[in-house]
C-alpha cells in the first residue's frame, strides 16, 4: 500500500535543496565515524525528497504508517512509488 499517490511537492528552491544536501552530508559522516554507511534505500530516499517528490516529513509518516502495518520496513523501499529504480 503506498499512502501518497497523488501527493502535492512543490519544487525545492536551489537553497533549500542545498542545505539539505549539506544535511544528509553531514548526517551520513556522522553515521560513518560510527562504522554505519547509508542504505542503497536512504540514498534512494535522499534523492528523493531533493528532486522535490516528496518531503521529510511525508517519508516519516509513511515509514511510521508502514512499519506499524507490517511490523517491519522490509518492503517499504519497493513499495514507494516516488522512488525511482
Known sequence: MNPTPDI???PLSSAKQKRLKAGFKQVDAIFSLEG???????????????AGRITEAQVVE?????IKEHKTIRGFYESR???EP
Open 8 to 10: 502535492s511537492v512543490s
Open 36 to 50: 554505519f554507511e547509508p542504505s542503497n534505500g536512504n540514498r534512494a530516499i535522499d534523492a528523493a525528497i531533493l
Open 81 to 83: 512509488t516516488w522512488l
Open 62 to 66: 509513511e515509514m511510521i504508517v508502514y
